[in-house]
């Protein structure tokens, strides 16, 4: 095929590891060899190709950095040197945030996705606010929610999945068989064997599980799923600079804002940077963090967001102002 123009990107994908975006790139119907011109101020790397009709520029943090920040400047330049980009989509791993009290059932391996509830727009930062008397925290600040044309997009395959299963699984089947050393390097499916939550059962104040908390070692009795298809979770994701690796850190956020999961970089592009946020579950945000489901997360991530991709046509896409536009 011609060699593309900048302008000739609509959609653009941040990721966060390499990892993540390596699944991303898997994801593609078709990968672009010919990278565009690059503003000589834009230090990111990036990957083009096409998903479901749509020209895609994916993009990764620098090694050895996260957090807001980060995120927002990925994002800053990829909107710059890509000038015709609609809207983005935050694709990678988060931790799960289990709530079996209300039937919230989040298993290792299923994936979040970020969607309006009540007076948020998807996504909580967590960590910005200030501290009251008697220790009470109160958090500040509002992020925007995603745009129409992918809220749109959700509400259509939430639909499809009433009528027939997700096909995120037959897309990592397909990644697998076409990259056959992605799946040894970590990127199938680990068993559920290897899915173990532990319950927390202490009680604790706001301070308390800023700090001094710890993660119970009971582990919760949960039913054996039927299939290995990942389970799909809308609501809230918290958003904040910290690595959370404590289980009342984790309940805590749960009860205070109904967050399904943590992660570290969406609330610095929500308002800069007009995208939805997919995250895979890797682990349950407590000190029994490993790396074991963090590459089959991150596939179940791209996945779900290559499916998403479905659901939006070329068309739609081009009618929306480009992001340059929206942010003024």
């Known amino acids: 095929m011609p060699s593309l123009s900048n302008e000739d990107y609509h959609v653009g994908i941040i990721c966060a590891l390499d990892s993540e975006m390596a699944a991303v790139e898997a994801m593609l119907d078709e990968e672009h060899n010919d990278m565009p011109l690059q503003d000589v101020q834009d230090h990111n790397a990036y990957s083009v190709g096409r998903m479901h009709g749509h020209n895609v520029v994916i993009a990764c943090l620098p090694a050895g950095v996260d957090g807001l920040v980060a995120a927002a400047t990925v994002a800053s330049n990829m909107s710059r040197t890509f000038g015709q980009l609609r809207f983005g989509l935050l694709v990678g791993i988060g931790g799960g945030v289990p709530d079996l009290e209300r039937g919230i059932d989040i298993r290792l391996g299923d994936i979040v996705v970020s969607q309006p ?92 599980a800023a700090s001094n908390a710890c993660d119970d070692c009971e582990t919760v009795p949960r039913p054996v799923r039927e299939t290995s298809d990942p389970h799909i979770h809308y609501g809230i994701i918290a958003s904040g600079n910290q690595v959370i690796k404590n289980a009342a850190v984790r309940d805590y956020l749960r009860q205070d804002c109904g967050a399904l999961c943590v992660e570290m970089e969406a609330a610095g592009l929500m308002n800069e940077f007009p995208c939805l946020v997919i995250r895979g579950v890797c682990d349950y945000a407590d000190s029994h963090k490993n790396d074991t489901w963090h590459r089959y997360a991150a596939a179940t991530a791209a996945a779900y967001a290559k499916e998403l991709m479905s ?9 929306e102002r480009p992001v340059q536009e929206v942010l003024g």
């Open 117 to 208: 509830t009540g007076t948020t727009g998807g996504v909580v930062q967590y960590d910005k606010g200030k501290n009251k008397a008697g220790g009470e925290w109160e958090r500040k600040g509002t992020l925007n929610a995603p745009p129409k044309v992918l809220l749109t997009a959700l509400q259509k395959l939430k639909a499809r999945h009433l009528r027939r299963n997700s096909e995120v699984s037959s897309l990592i089947a397909e990644m697998l068989q076409r990259y056959p050393r992605m799946a040894r390097n970590g990127y199938a499916f680990p068993g559920q064997d290897h899915d173990c939550l532990k319950h927390n059962t202490r009680d604790y104040a706001h301070g308390e």
């Open 311 to 319: 659901c939006v046509s070329v068309d739609q896409t081009l009618h």
